[in-house]
Structure formats: C-alpha cells, structure tokens
C-alpha cells in the first residue's frame, strides 16, 4: 500500500469519523426533543439541556465559519441578573449570544412561530424560553410578568431585541419600549450590546469566513424614577452609534 492510498484511507476515516458524530448528535438532539412534553409547564429548566443546547450552537459557528470578537465583556454584572438588549439583524443573533454567553444563562423572549419548529420549539420549552404574541396585548404583558418572575427567583437573565423584527440595515427600527419594563419592576440593570457582521454569515458561507462583532456597551441602572422610555432612548442611541462606527463593514 503506497502513501497515497495510505492518505485517501486517513481521509475516508476521518470524514466518516465526522459523519458518524453528526448523526449521532442530531439524534441525541431529537431524543431528548421527544422526551419534552410541549404542554406541561415545567418549573424548573433542565441543566443537560441547556449545555447541550450551548455545545450545539458552538458547534454551528464552527462549521459556518464563524468568528465572535467580543469586547466590553467585562462590562456585565457577574453577581445578579440583568435585561440584555440588543440590535435585531439575522436569526444568528441569539444563536450567538447563547454559544459565547452561557455561562450567564440568558433566555430570550421570542416569537411564538420559533416554537412550533420541529425538535427546536420543544428544546426552547424545556429550558424556559418565553413566547410572545405581540398581537395580544394581554399575552404580551403576561409574557413580560413571567420574564420579571424569571429574574426575581434567580432562575435566569433575560435577552429581548426591542425592535420587535430584524432590520436588515444598519439602521435600527422603532423601540418599543414595553419590555424595558421588566428591568424596572425586577429592578435589575440593563445591559446593552450591539452585534454587527451577522447579518451577511449567510451571504459568505460556506466560502468565506465570517467576522462578527459584539460589543457590550454600557450597563445602564434602574433607578426610582426611571421609565421604561428613558431606558429605551438611552439603548437606542448606543446602539445607533455604535452601528454607524461599523458602516463601512462589508
């Protein structure tokens, strides 16, 4: 057996090697979907679960050729939880978020459709996430009362994109400024970052590889008489700012 066939034999190995693992996590993955029951209210989210599901994610920004520059980490309160708002531009947005942050176990409101999808939605129930029907005005706010509930007992912090949808520009829609008003009645910090990059992943991928910048740029206080507008204006135009520094990104 000469070096050449010694080297395509490595190469078989190695890609069925990966083959085999990705099946075997895509099954483990679709297994502990089944075992959720989608109608029972859990009280408590699953540790295996949530680092499991943080694994798979950093999987991903592996294989789509991913790179997260973080800066103002630091900047995050290490001994509480905290109402994480951001800008809104690709799906990746909280897929990243959860990959590079799990140690702050984060859980984001999300859109009720999210949870519909096969093996993910079921995933998303059984570690807490939180589904919000922006049609209702009555569900959304029994939505920000759970997210509020959440921070009280400890369980998690809480991440919100308060544009409502992705801008898929640079610049950022209106706020809204109901959900900064967890922060005021769990009365916890607001930590405010910008995320830039991610929204061209899909345009690079799989040829080239991807740069994305996230920036933790300022922790906003809740104080007596703070509102849930000042709150939003003052997230609003950090994030703007911080945006049109990356205009030129390509």
């Known amino acids: 057996m000469n070096g050449f066939e ?15 693992y990705a099946i075997l996590h895509l099954l483990t993955l679709i297994i502990m979907a089944m075992l959720v029951n989608p109608k029972k209210e859990y009280e408590r989210s699953n540790k295996f679960y949530e680092r499991f599901f943080s694994y798979t994610l950093r999987i991903i920004l592996i294989v789509s050729r991913v790179k997260v520059v973080i800066n103002g980490k630091e900047k995050i309160p290490k001994d509480g939880r905290f ?21 702050y176990n ?13 093996v993910l939605g079921r995933l998303l129930h059984r570690m807490k996430f939180l589904s ?19 921070i009280k007992n400890n369980e998690c912090s809480i991440g919100v994109y308060p544009e409502g949808m992705r801008s898929f520009s640079r610049e950022l829609l209106p706020f809204h400024d109901g959900v900064f008003k967890i922060a005021i009645k769990a009365n916890v910090p607001v930590v405010v970052a910008s995320m830039v990059g991610q929204e061209i992943i899909k345009n690079k991928f799989p040829f080239k590889k991807s740069i994305v910048y996230f920036d933790i740029l300022e922790v906003l206080p809740v104080q007596e008489k703070t509102t849930s507008h000042e709150l939003s204006e003052q997230a609003k135009t950090l994030i703007q700012n911080k945006l049109d520094e990356y205009k030129d990104l390509k």
């Open 106 to 118: 984060i859980r984001f409101i999300s859109k009720p459709e999210n949870f519909e999808i096969f």
């Open 6 to 20: 010694i080297f395509g034999i490595v190469i078989l190995s190695v890609i069925g090697a990966i083959f085999t």
């Open 132 to 150: 919000m029907d922006r049609d209702s005005a009555r569900n959304s706010l029994k939505t920000l009362l759970k997210a509020v509930e959440y």
């Open 83 to 103: 109402l994480l708002v951001g800008n809104h531009a690709s799906n990746f947005d909280p897929l990243i978020v959860l990959a590079v942050f799990g140690e």
